[in-house]
C-alpha cells in the first residue's frame, strides 16, 4: 500500500480534520513509500522504534507521537536519537492523538468501554472527548469497579473519595483527563474514571462526593492502538501491537 494512501485513509478514518489538538496528527515523519509492515503502539518511545527496526518494520503508528505544542524545538538527545532512527532505516511514523482518543469504535474511550463492559451513552468535556453511560452491573460499588480494573487491565488503580458509592452513571477519559472531573460531576457521573491523578483531584472527590480512580495513563490508552493494528490488517497490511511496559 502507498504511504500517501495509508495518510489518507486513516486521516479520513479518524476525522483529523474536525479536531482541535496540540500536536501534528498523521503523518509526522515520511519514511519509504511503500507500506506491507506496521508496528503500532501507545507511544513512539526508542524501545517502540528499535522493535520496528528490527522486525523489518515499514511505518510506526501510535498515539503519542512528536512536535508537542510548547516543547522545546531543537533536535538533540533524545530527539535526536529517535528521529535518526527513523530517518536512517526509512520508516514512517504516524501518530493520531485526540483523533484516536474519540473514534466511536476504535478509540481509546470507545475500547476502554469494551474491555470494561461499559455502555456509553453521551458525551461530555470539550470536543465530546469524555464518556459518560452504564457500568457492566448498575450499582455496583466504586471499589468493585476499581476492582475489575485491577482484574482487566492488570494494574491496580487510584481509587480516591466515597469507595462505597453505588454507581448508576460512570463517566471515562483515557489518560490525562483528570481535569475533566468537574465536567463529570456536571454531566451527571457517580464516578470518574481517567489515566492520571493531580493533587487536587483528590480534594475534589472527598468534597464533591464523586470517586474518583485513576487506572493509569499508558494502562488505559493500549486498546485504540491495538484496535487499529486489527484494522490495519483489514486493509491488507501486516500489523502488530507491542506493549512496551509502563508503570504510569
Not at 12 to 17: F, G, I, P, R, T
Not at 97 to 126: C, S, T
Not at 182 to 210: F, K, P
Request: glycine fraction near 12%.
Amino acid at each position: 500500500m502507498q504511504l500517501s494512501a495509508l495518510q489518507h485513509h486513516l486521516d479520513e478514518l479518524l476525522e483529523v480534520a474536525r479536531l482541535r489538538d496540540y500536536c501534528p496528527n498523521g503523518l509526522q515523519v515520511e519514511g519509504r513509500p511503500e507500506v506491507g509492515r506496521v508496528l503500532c503502539g501507545v507511544t513512539a518511545c526508542q524501545s517502540l522504534l528499535d522493535a520496528a527496526v528490527s522486525g523489518g518494520y515499514d511505518a510506526v503508528l501510535v498515539h503519542h507521537g512528536y512536535f508537542w505544542r510548547g516543547e522545546d524545538g531543537r533536535v538533540v538527545g533524545m530527539r535526536k536519537r529517535r528521529l535518526a532512527t527513523l530517518l536512517r532505516n526509512d520508516v514512517s511514523l504516524l501518530a493520531y492523538h485526540l483523533p484516536l482518543d474519540v473514534h466511536p469504535q476504535l478509540g481509546n474511550n470507545a475500547q476502554l468501554a469494551a474491555i470494561m463492559g461499559w455502555k456509553g451513552d453521551g458525551r461530555f468535556a470539550e470536543q465530546d472527548l469524555g464518556w459518560i453511560g452504564c457500568p457492566e452491573e448498575v450499582g455496583v460499588s466504586a471499589s468493585g469497579v476499581g476492582r475489575r480494573i485491577a482484574e482487566r487491565l492488570g494494574r491496580e488503580p487510584v481509587l480516591v473519595g466515597d469507595a462505597e458509592r453505588p454507581v448508576r452513571r460512570i463517566a471515562w477519559c483515557t489518560g490525562g483527563a483528570q481535569g475533566y472531573f468537574e465536567q463529570a460531576i456536571e454531566a451527571g457521573a457517580d464516578l470518574y474514571v481517567s489515566g492520571e491523578i493531580s493533587e487536587q483531584t483528590t480534594h475534589l472527590a472527598r468534597e464533591s462526593g464523586i470517586p474518583y480512580i485513576a487506572a493509569g495513563h499508558h494502562a488505559t490508552e493500549r486498546y485504540g492502538p491495538m484496535a487499529m493494528a486489527r484494522h490495519l490488517t483489514t486493509l491488507g497490511l501486516v500489523a502488530d501491537f507491542l506493549d512496551v511496559p509502563n508503570p504510569v
